[in-house]
């Protein structure tokens, strides 16, 4: 692709940002879709996000992608919020309006397509949710928005999954959340569960590390969802695979965020053939 005077330009904004995968994403949806535009990292250091979003907006920077640790001091810096964003109290994506940016958070909806192309279901479902971070707190939010029966929620702090669970039931108008301290899984009912891992135990370099290592729950998982993709397959996932359950890693999550963000961007559908294609690409990263 030729940079002119036409290119328009989108990025993220994080700490770190170096081993970032979205500019594979981004860039690779511009090639396939003809657009005439460019993604790139930015590294923007404490306590400098709204001088960041400000010169974003001074530029007509087409679009922002915000990583870790900015999610929620963002939202201080936008024109308006979605509704879904506000309820999760983190941000992901900014699109550029007439008078600054809107914050919107794909995380979830990135979760929710990946989930759906596995042909995993929320809906009625009894679910196992791992953390009480805040991509397990966006993930119970997702999980009672989206009508699951139950969510048993289990983190090492009570105090924190007590706070997450209160919110979100409130939220939501339902008693959906069941918080719980981790060792209490031996409690969970009898019965097959879809088991979300939203920690960040497990995450490279720490490849043998693992909430639970107790063969006993993972007999009681038939699908296992690890939102880390790095390593390949984690622990988590082994351990649900031997007791034969099927498991996913978050991949998908982290290809279909992206996906939504250059929708809102770029105000066009990706077709599930290109998202494949960017998938396969991601997927050569690691294997
Ligand atoms: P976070 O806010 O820092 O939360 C970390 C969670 O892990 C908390 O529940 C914490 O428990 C728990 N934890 C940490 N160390 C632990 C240990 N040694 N033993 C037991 N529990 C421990 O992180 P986050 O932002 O929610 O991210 C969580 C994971 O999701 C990360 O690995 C991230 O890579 C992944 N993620 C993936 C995607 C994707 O696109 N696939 C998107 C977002 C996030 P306490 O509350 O007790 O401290």
Redesign the pocket.
């Known amino acids: 692709m030729e940079i002119n005077g036409h290119t328009r330009i989108c990025g993220l904004i994080g700490n770190p940002v170096e081993h970032t995968l979205s500019p594979m994403i981004h860039n690779t949806l511009a090639g396939l879709l003809g657009h005439n535009l460019v993604y790139v990292p930015f590294l923007v250091e404490e306590g400098r996000v709204p001088e960041a979003v400000t010169g974003a907006d001074a530029l007509h920077l087409l679009g922002l992608n915000v990583t ?1 640790p900015y999610k929620s001091e963002v939202i201080q810096c936008l024109q308006e919020i979605d509704d879904l964003a506000k309820n999760i109290g983190a941000v992901n994506t900014l699109v550029k309006t007439a008078g600054g940016y809107k914050g919107y958070n794909t ?1 979830m909806e ?2 929710y397509r990946a989930m759906k192309s596995e042909g995993i279901r929320l809906e009625g479902e009894q679910i196992v949710l ?8 966006a993930v119970a939010y997702l999980c009672a928005v989206k009508g699951a029966e139950k969510v048993y929620m289990l ?3 009570i105090s ?2 007590q706070a997450v669970a209160e919110e979100v039931n409130r939220t939501v108008g339902r008693e959906v959340i069941l918080p719980m301290i ?1 060792e209490d899984y031996v409690k969970l009912p009898e019965r097959k569960y879809l088991a979300i891992q ?6 490279a370099p720490h490849t043998e ?1 693992v ?1 639970i290592a107790d063969k006993v729950f993972y007999e009681k998982i038939k699908t296992g969802f690890d ?4 390593p390949w397959e984690t622990k988590f996932m082994r351990l649900v695979r031997q007791q034969g359950g099927d498991a996913y ?3 998908k ?2 290809l279909y ?1 992206g996906i939504i963000a250059y929708e809102l961007w770029n105000d066009v559908s990706v077709s599930e053939e290109q998202a494949q294609i960017v998938y396969e690409k991601l997927k050569e990263h690691f294997t």
Request: net charge positive.
């Open positions: 870790v995380d990135g979760l791992l953390g009480a971070g805040g991509a397990a707190r983190n090492r702090t924190k999954v981790t939203g920690t960040s135990v497990g995450l590390d909430v939102l880390i993709y790095n890693n978050g991949l999550m982290l965020q």
